[in-house]
Nanobody, 115 residues
Framework: QVQLVESGGGLVQPGGSLRLSCVVSVSFFSRYALGWYRQAPGKQRELVARVTSGGSTNYADSVKGRFTLSRNNAKNTVYLQMNSLKPEDTAYYYC?????????WGRGTQVTVSS
């Protein structure tokens, strides 16, 4: 059974940092494109960052220069390093893994940026 388990969320002050982790229990992990999405209350879910199986990354304009996505294929894990956090980054963050017709989502972790 495929599982994606996120961790690392929490409450942080503006300007602070958090690192989200997502362990993906799936075969052929290295073949998957991995991503982080977020959804704030009353807003649509949006892509934050994504990395292909080849290692190419893309980011939402709102997080470029502040967030860094990375993957560790040996640990079946994807990370999202979030620096210079802003109140508008407050949202529920979801990890995703996709390959061919397979598309999996984690249950998410809450990130709250507030003083």
């Amino acid at each position: 059974q495929v599982q994606l388990v996120e961790s690392g969320g929490g409450l942080v002050q503006p300007g602070g940092s958090l690192r989200l982790s997502c362990v993906v229990s799936v075969s052929f992990f290295s073949r998957y494109a991995l991503g982080w999405y977020r959804q704030a209350p009353g807003k649509q879910r949006e892509l934050v960052a994504r990395v292909t199986s080849g290692g190419s990354t893309n980011y939402a304009d709102s997080v470029k220069g502040r967030f860094t996505l990375s993957r560790n294929n040996a640990k079946n894990t994807v990370y999202l390093q979030m620096n210079s956090l802003k109140p508008e980054d407050t949202a529920y963050y979801y990890c995703t893994a996709a390959w061919k017709s397979y598309d999996y989502w984690g249950r998410g972790t809450q990130v709250t940026v507030s003083s």
